[in-house]
């Protein structure tokens, strides 16, 4: 997480509903640490929409200028 410039969102999917929300990165490192390996967020993920908790994903995209 530490590596990762600030310029990067961090974006979560559920494949179930298709809802798509923003990660706040402090909200990451509040609860997995601030050494957190970037693949296990999406392990730990639940949709905000259906409680879903398999099969969601998370990615990282460059925040417009």
Partial sequence: MDQVPEWYAFVGTCPRCRRSGSIERRDIKRVLGPKTVLSAIPSRLRCKA???KV??????RK???
Avoid at 55 to 60: C, F, P, V
């Fill in 50 to 52: 259906c409680q879903n």
């Fill in 63 to 65: 925040m417009p200028r």
């Fill in 55 to 60: 099969g969601n994903k998370a990615t990282m």
